[in-house]
């Protein structure tokens, strides 16, 4: 399932990369900005209402790359908002929880519903490695389910922080 993928934008030598975060509801999308970009960590429960936004420049092979964060909201309720905002994007990123395999499961519905609104990079990651004792989905099936679709799968923890800016870090890297 290679896509074409929108090319980066390039403003005054810097290059500006949009990714869209999206999946179920309560898997963490939040808490991985907020961890990447602020490095904090909350345990509250707090609902994405429509999306939000959050950039970052990073330093990759000597190029100023400009990070646009769009973290939508996974409810059902916001679906047909979240569509609107991978317009332009380079990459979706579809985060799952590996303690709720009915996040897991959705992942073809979140897949198919990227690849129908936009040419971009599609990427998975299980987040919450931290309750491992909780797992319900492992890395084999995991990786299993990406090959099958050709995406990258990166796991990663918002509450330890692992995972997260090796992730983004790759993920723009990919783009370049």
């Given at each position: 399932?290679?896509k074409?993928?929108?090319?980066?934008i390039?403003?005054?030598?810097?290059?500006?990369?949009?990714?869209?975060?999206?999946g179920?509801?309560?898997?963490?999308?939040?808490?991985?900005?907020?961890?990447?970009?602020?490095?904090?960590?909350?345990?509250?429960?707090?609902?994405?209402?429509?999306?939000?936004?959050?950039?970052?420049?990073?330093?990759?092979?000597?190029k100023?790359?400009?990070i646009?964060?769009?973290?939508?909201a996974?409810?059902e309720?916001?679906?047909?908002?979240?569509?609107?905002?991978?317009?332009?994007?380079?990459?979706?990123?579809?985060?799952f929880d590996?303690t709720k395999?009915?996040?897991?499961?959705?992942?073809?519905?979140w897949?198919?519903?990227?690849?129908?609104?936009?040419?971009?990079?599609?990427?998975?990651?299980?987040?919450?490695?931290?309750k491992?004792?909780?797992?319900?989905?492992?890395?084999?099936e995991?990786?299993?389910f990406?090959?099958?679709y050709e995406?990258?799968?990166?796991?990663t923890s918002?509450?330890t922080?692992?995972?997260?800016?090796?992730?983004?870090k790759?993920?723009?890297?990919?783009?370049?």
């Amino acid at each position: 399932m290679k896509k074409n993928v929108k090319e980066p934008i390039h403003k005054d030598e810097q290059i500006e990369l949009k990714f869209v975060l999206t999946g179920d509801g309560g898997v963490g999308k939040s808490s991985l900005v907020l961890r990447y970009f602020d490095d904090t960590f909350t345990e509250q429960f707090i609902s994405t209402i429509g999306v939000d936004y959050k950039a970052k420049i990073l330093d990759i092979d000597d190029k100023k790359v400009n990070i646009k964060v769009w973290d939508t909201a996974g409810q059902e309720r916001f679906r047909t908002l979240t569509s609107q905002y991978y317009r332009g994007a380079q990459v979706v990123i579809i985060v799952f929880d590996v303690t709720k395999k009915q996040s897991f499961d959705n992942l073809r519905l979140w897949i198919r519903d990227a690849v129908s609104n936009v040419e971009a990079k599609i990427v998975i990651i299980g987040n919450k490695l931290d309750k491992s004792e909780k797992r319900k989905v492992t890395t084999q099936e995991a990786m299993m389910f990406v090959s099958t679709y050709e995406v990258s799968y990166f796991e990663t923890s918002c509450l330890t922080g692992h995972g997260i800016e090796a992730a983004f870090k790759e993920i723009a890297t990919l783009c370049l």
